[in-house]
């Protein structure tokens, strides 16, 4: 059960369908105001609507200027932070370049909530109870982090890249605790899910994830997990790494503390440069 999240500022990336959305709606049901993040502005503005969020931004976080954008009219237009839901994320069978010549899927995957929370830690320092939820997978398991290469220039496989995302998203929540120990940082994997994922690359990618949704469970069931992590009073925990409502041990490359400074300072450099 949800608990009560009135008087609290939530807000949501990747919201407009699926857990994001499901997570959402939760949030706002408990009286948080609840801000939403959505790339199509109609129809951002129509969850909105369904779900009672407060507040809609409109951008692209795979393109990083966006996502500055979008930090900077949440800053001047809420305010207030208390809870991000870093939930955006997709799969990309074939490599695409954003318009700022960054690989979608580190783009959108890690980079993305890596500077959106960046760029709102002042709002999050400011709060009582503050947390970033990050929504991760078990495909972090099969994942390497090739720092030397992240956007895979050089053979590209899609599933590659997205597990390297997932184990990334681990050690940027685990790095972040670290840092900012006034912030409960954790991550996690919402499950298999029947929410549309992958569809977006046809061919026999999107055939063999359409296979795979008629075993997920409902974008409710996965959504249980963030909105735990998101409003759970008990939660005194940081860094950590949940699934299914509780704390699992992640793969031992995602507790790998010189990895996740290095990463950390990789992204740092490359959202830097734009």
Do not use: C
Not at 16 to 29: D, F, K, S
Not at 158 to 172: D, E, P, V
């Amino acid at each position: 059960m949800t608990q009560d999240m009135s008087g609290k500022t939530v807000l949501v990336t990747g919201a407009t369908n699926g857990i994001g959305q499901v997570t959402a709606r939760e949030l706002a049901r408990a009286g948080a105001r609840v801000v939403i993040v959505g790339r199509d502005a109609e129809k951002t503005a129509w969850v909105a609507r369904e779900i009672g969020a407060a507040e809609t931004l409109v951008a692209d976080l795979s393109e990083l200027a966006q996502v500055r954008r979008a930090a900077a009219e949440f800053r001047e237009r809420v305010g207030q932070l208390d809870v991000l839901v870093n939930n955006a994320g997709a799969f990309f069978g074939k490599r695409q370049e954003t318009q700022e010549g960054t690989e979608r899927t580190w783009a959108l995957n890690h980079l993305a909530p890596f500077l959106l929370t960046r760029e709102l830690l002042p709002l999050l320092r400011a709060s009582a109870d503050a947390r970033v939820v990050t929504v991760a997978s078990d495909a972090h398991r099969s994942g390497r982090l090739r720092l030397d290469d992240p956007e895979f220039r050089r053979g590209y496989r899609g599933w590659a890249a997205y597990s390297q995302s997932k184990l990334a998203n681990i050690l940027f929540a685990r790095e972040l605790a670290r840092r900012e120990p006034g912030v409960k940082s954790n991550s996690l994997h919402p499950g298999l899910v029947r929410s549309g994922f992958a569809h977006n690359n046809g061919g026999g990618i999107s055939r063999l994830w359409r296979l795979v949704d008629r075993f997920g469970i409902t974008p409710e069931e996965g959504a249980r997990t963030s909105v735990l992590l998101a409003s759970a009073p008990e939660l005194t925990v940081s860094g950590r790494y949940f699934s299914a409502g509780r704390e699992v041990r992640p793969a031992p490359r995602a507790l790998d503390d010189g990895a996740a400074l290095r990463l950390w300072q990789l992204s740092e450099a490359q959202v830097g440069e734009r």
